[in-house]
């Protein structure tokens, strides 16, 4: 099956699945494996924000889509060539990838016959779904039943190891200027983490707010997700946000990897969360992103309740 992925965390489940040579096109985000684009056709391109603060990304993003603007570009001629048989895209956020409508507009003025799956998930368990989905329409149900197994197993191996743990509340920023909290299936990964999330809506949009509001939600740690950036980028924007939380533990994550885009690695996510929120519950060397979290500010007892009450 010849499979163009118009989204990172398509790509990611592609290779997660073993397909990684039937797939033929790929975004100019897909980073994951790191071999993703050496023999791909790049089928979308965007925008290269290096080098922008975060507000003026945020200005850039709220400019083009109130001149109903898009924000990534759909090389639809090079899709032509390509003659997919399966397109995975989305319709969850127009921020984060090409939305499935201007794909099915732009097959039907080529006279492409694929087939396009949009992938929408809203919670963890979603997400999880959206593997097996993949799986069957890929032809390969067994091996997608097999990884969702095995991540599975190890989202029962972590909620065994913090179960019986205080649980800190949780503040997942996802962006800092101006602050966003994080929705969808993020604070799901607080959850499974062994953490209550706070100022979060599971399963909705991520919620633009203010630092007042956060502070108010008495948070035991933050942790800074920016979406679009990787450990080194979510550390410069949790810097800001230490400013703006006296006395909070601030961390930063890989959010591209490990938090905010909708694959097999979100797991490895609940796994870095948990480490960092319960020292010593799970045993670093099985864990594979334990590296992926930076305390940005010293860490404090997590002991929920008792420091609570002396706030």
């Keep these: 099956m010849r499979i ?42 965007g925008r290269d924000t290096r080098g922008l603060a975060p507000r003026e ?11 109903g603007q898009d924000l990534y570009t ?29 794909v099915q ?22 997400v999880l779904a959206s593997v097996l989905h993949v799986g069957e329409r890929t032809g390969v149900p067994g091996a997608a039943g097999v990884l969702v197994d095995g991540l ?28 966003f909290t994080a929705g969808h299936w993020v604070p799901d990964l607080v959850s499974a983490a062994g953490g209550e999330p706070v100022g979060a809506c599971p399963g909705e949009r991520s919620v633009q707010t203010t630092w007042a509001q956060i ?9 800074v997700a920016p979406c679009g950036f990787h450990l080194d980028g979510a550390a410069d924007q949790a810097r800001g946000a230490v400013a703006e939380l006296p006395g909070v533990p601030v961390w ?7 938090v905010v885009r909708p694959g097999p690695r979100l797991v490895d996510g609940v796994e870095a969360i948990a480490t960092l929120l319960h020292p010593g519950a799970l045993d670093p060397s099985v864990v594979p992103a334990a590296g992926a979290v930076r305390p940005v500010r010293p860490v404090r007892s997590m002991s929920a309740g008792a420091d609570r009450d002396q706030r």
């Design 215 to 223: 502070r108010s939600s008495r948070p035991d740690v933050v942790i």
């Design 74 to 102: 759909l090389h639809a001629q090079a899709l032509a060539g390509l003659d997919p048989e399966l397109i995975l895209t989305q319709d969850l956020c127009r921020v984060c990838a090409v939305p499935s409508g201007q």
């Design 252 to 258: 930063a994550i890989d959010a591209d990897g490990i």
């Design 57 to 67: 990304i945020d200005d850039y993003v709220r400019s083009r889509i109130a001149a």
């Design 105 to 126: 507009d732009a097959l039907g003025y080529l006279g492409c016959q694929a087939d396009v799956l949009s992938l929408d998930p809203h919670s963890l368990e979603d």
């Design 4 to 45: 163009v992925s118009l989204l990172p965390s398509a790509t990611e489940i592609v290779y997660a699945l073993g397909l990684g040579d039937d797939l033929v096109g790929v975004t100019f985000e897909c980073d994951e494996p790191a071999s993703a684009r050496l023999d791909k056709v790049v089928v979308v391109g």
């Design 152 to 179: 599975r197993t190890r989202l029962a191996r972590v909620a065994a190891a913090v179960a019986d743990r205080p649980r800190p509340r949780v503040a997942v920023v996802e962006w800092v200027d101006p602050p």
